[in-house]
């Protein structure tokens, strides 16, 4: 009974992602879907285990693991532009599928679940910066995250106008602007990291996708707490957290609160172990 309950958070999560992965199988009559949500739930119930067995790197081996996968298979193998473009696309051609499904379950409905869990587990783009040597932020946050708003705009625009326009093969568009899309966020993201010597600089200021993951992220049910009792104000936690979350104000209105990428940083090196998920 210990044995289960200490691994509770990746049957947890094996489970909802099969049930996941059943339903599309059954509602849209296509076995792809039970392949990939089970591969994908298994990949993330294996990091849990590792990071529950004390296992070093076992949020990068999800991360490799997802990212690599929904990279190279469903982005250049298969040709699915699994960026914001791809959901615009799927979504006014009125499809239910690829880009659509992923966002629902990854970053629109997914996050009241495990909040900003897609950018510390799954990202393609974080997979890489994270290998960079500015794991810890140098300096406070800066007031330009304004440019991820100009990003989800420009995104939305590009898409639609190709739709008004009525431009035709589209899908080889989608294509190009996936690989395209991805060498710039790349490109962008190292400099970024390397000017401001912050890994997550992408990620605070510049990725469009957190328009949608912010805001239902504010009511996620896996949160990093603090046991008030135990905290002895060392700030540590807030010196080791990527996205520069103050973990020691357990409101939802904490600062940063709705960036927390559940990276398990601040729990690994509070000395008191007064942070638990």
């Known amino acids: 009974m210990k ?10 999560m094996l489970c909802i992602f099969e049930a996941i992965a059943i339903t599309l199988w059954l509602t849209k009559d296509n076995i792809f879907y039970l392949v990939n949500f089970s591969y994908i739930g298994a990949s993330i119930a294996l990091g849990l285990f590792l990071y529950t067995r004390k296992v070093e790197n076992a ?29 615009w696309y799927y979504l006014f051609s009125g499809v239910f599928e690829a880009a659509t499904i992923h966002y629902a379950v990854a970053k629109i409905f997914g996050p ?20 960079l040597p500015y794991k810890y932020p140098g300096s406070e946050r800066k007031k330009i995250g304004w440019i991820r708003y100009v990003m989800f705009a420009a995104s939305l ?3 639609s106008s190709l739709f008004l326009m009525q431009i035709g093969n589209l899908e080889r568009i989608m294509f190009w602007s996936f690989l395209i899309g991805n060498i710039a966020y ?12 912050d890994n997550r600089a992408f990620c605070k200021y510049i990725c469009p996708i957190t328009i949608f993951l912010k805001p239902v992220s504010y009511f996620s049910l896996t949160r990093v707490t603090v046991e008030p009792d135990k905290c002895i104000s060392c700030n540590r936690c807030k010196k080791v957290c990527p996205m520069n979350v103050d973990m020691t104000d357990n409101s939802r209105k904490r600062r940063n609160g709705t960036e927390c990428i559940l990276c398990m940083e601040c729990i690994e090196k509070c000395p008191k172990k007064a942070l638990k998920l």
């Open 59 to 87: 949020r990068r081996v999800v991360q490799f693991l997802v990212g690599t996968y929904m990279l190279i298979y469903l982005g250049l193998i298969s040709n699915e532009n699994m960026q914001i473009e791809g959901f």
């Open 186 to 197: 790349y490109v962008i993201g190292i400099i970024l990291a390397v000017r401001l010597r």
């Open 112 to 131: 009241l679940v495990f909040g900003r869990g897609w950018c510390g587990y799954a990202c393609w783009t974080a997979m890489i910066l994270d290998l």
């Open 157 to 159: 625009i590009f898409v």
């Open 3 to 12: 044995t289960i309950k200490k691994y509770m958070s990746s049957i947890i």
